[in-house]
């Protein structure tokens, strides 16, 4: 079955330790996003990628990493998260193909709470 | 700074309604437009738009664009409560696979 799959689905963490949210692909997608969503605010984007090793900051990047060393996977890194970073998350994936019509999948989302 | 504003916010109806949803953009190099319906989980994919004035429909939803005043609109005929969800419009950009979402529309579906 074709799908994005994102690990974990529910996080509750403490501020300064560590963590990495998993996103995979088998759809051989070259386009991987993560976004965050908040209330009020919708769905930002954090972080893209075009393809293996091309990576690119989006609206909201402070606090995050992110690494594209194979095709199928895109981890999200907060190396130190903070209280501000308990939101709803989500990755995506699209074919690449710079300007024409490709939808986004979304996978199911992880619910991060930092205390 | 590119935006996409939807409205209304929120919208409570009864089952039977019908509905209309908004959303109107100011970007930069506009090249189509998507809606996605939000449940409890993942958005997932309606339509996507990118000539004006072509209503795009499928069941009892319909989309269509006006690029010159640019906005778009999702209809839903003859509501069910199993339309209850946050509908989400986003614009895709040229030459790049960057999508800017609105806030979403809450739309709630009483029996």
């Known amino acids: 079955e074709a799908q994005v799959t994102q690990n974990p689905r529910y996080l509750i963490t403490v501020t300064g330790k560590k963590l990495t949210v998993t996103c995979s692909q088998n759809?051989?997608?070259?386009?991987m996003s993560w976004y965050r969503q908040d209330p009020g605010l919708g769905l930002r984007q954090i972080y893209y990628?075009?393809?293996?090793?091309?990576?690119d900051k989006g609206d909201v990047p402070e606090g995050y990493k992110v690494s594209r060393k194979e095709k199928r996977n895109f981890p999200l890194i907060l190396e130190s998260p903070s209280p501000n970073q308990t939101s709803l998350y989500f990755c995506?994936?699209?074919?690449?193909?710079?300007?024409?019509?490709?939808?986004?999948?979304f996978g199911p989302g992880t619910r991060l709470t930092v205390l | 700074e590119d935006k996409v504003v939807q409205s209304p916010l929120s919208l409570v109806v009864h089952e039977g309604d019908t509905v209309t949803l908004n959303c109107s953009y100011e970007?930069?190099?506009?090249?189509?437009l998507l809606w996605y319906k939000q449940e409890k989980k993942a958005p997932t994919f309606l339509f996507m738009l990118?000539?004006?004035?072509i209503e795009k429909k499928s069941g009892r939803l319909s989309s269509i664009l006006d690029k010159k005043e640019l906005f778009s609109i999702l209809n839903i005929t003859a509501t069910q409560t199993g339309d209850s969800a946050v509908y989400l419009c986003?614009?895709?950009?040229?030459?790049?696979?960057?999508?800017?979402f609105g806030t979403g529309t809450r739309l709630q579906v009483f029996p």
């Open positions: 995506a994936s699209s074919l690449s193909l710079a300007g024409a019509n490709n939808e986004q999948f």
């Open positions: 759809m051989n997608h070259e386009y």
């Open positions: 990628s075009m393809n293996v090793e091309v990576t």
């Open positions: 970007v930069t190099n506009f090249r189509s």
């Open positions: 990118t000539s004006s004035g």
């Open positions: 986003a614009v895709k950009l040229y030459n790049t696979d960057k999508l800017i």
